[in-house]
């Protein structure tokens, strides 16, 4: 399956973005599907995941409480609901999935995931 990560942009501090995931190739709809961010000089970091049957989510702490993982498995498309953004969440984000073997496993580590997208870049201004 291919993923494609769009969305991303320039927004002020305290804005909010919606990005979406794609894929082709293959339904979605049995993958469990991370999301994950990598800023200049640091690691990939996990932000939220979201089991395939849609029904489990995880979020990284800073990402509590402002974002919000969704799938919609009849349109093929795992979203992320950014609101409150700040600059520290300026980073390149990437969607990344699993075929799930369990409805309500999500996954946090980067090398479990086995699909990649090219990632969108987002910049949040102060």
């Known amino acids: 399956v291919q993923l494609k990560e769009t969305g991303g942009g320039l927004v002020q501090a305290g804005a909010s973005l919606r990005l979406s995931c794609t894929a082709s190739?293959?339904?979605?709809?049995?993958?469990?599907v991370g999301w994950f961010r990598q800023a200049p000089g640091k690691s990939r970091q996990f932000v939220a995941a979201?089991?395939?049957?849609?029904?489990?989510?995880h979020y990284e702490d800073s990402a509590k409480g402002r974002f919000t993982i969704s799938r919609d498995n009849a349109h093929n498309v795992v979203n992320l609901h950014m609101n409150t953004l700040k600059p520290e969440d300026t980073a390149v984000y990437y969607c990344?999935?699993?075929?799930?073997?369990?409805?309500?496993?999500?996954?946090?580590?980067?090398?479990?995931?086995?699909?990649w997208g090219q990632g969108t870049q987002v910049t949040v201004s102060s």
């Open positions: 190739g293959r339904s979605l709809g049995n993958y469990a």
């Open positions: 990344a999935g699993l075929p799930g073997y369990a409805p309500n496993r999500f996954y946090t580590m980067a090398d479990e995931y086995r699909h």
């Open positions: 979201i089991s395939w049957h849609g029904t489990v989510t």
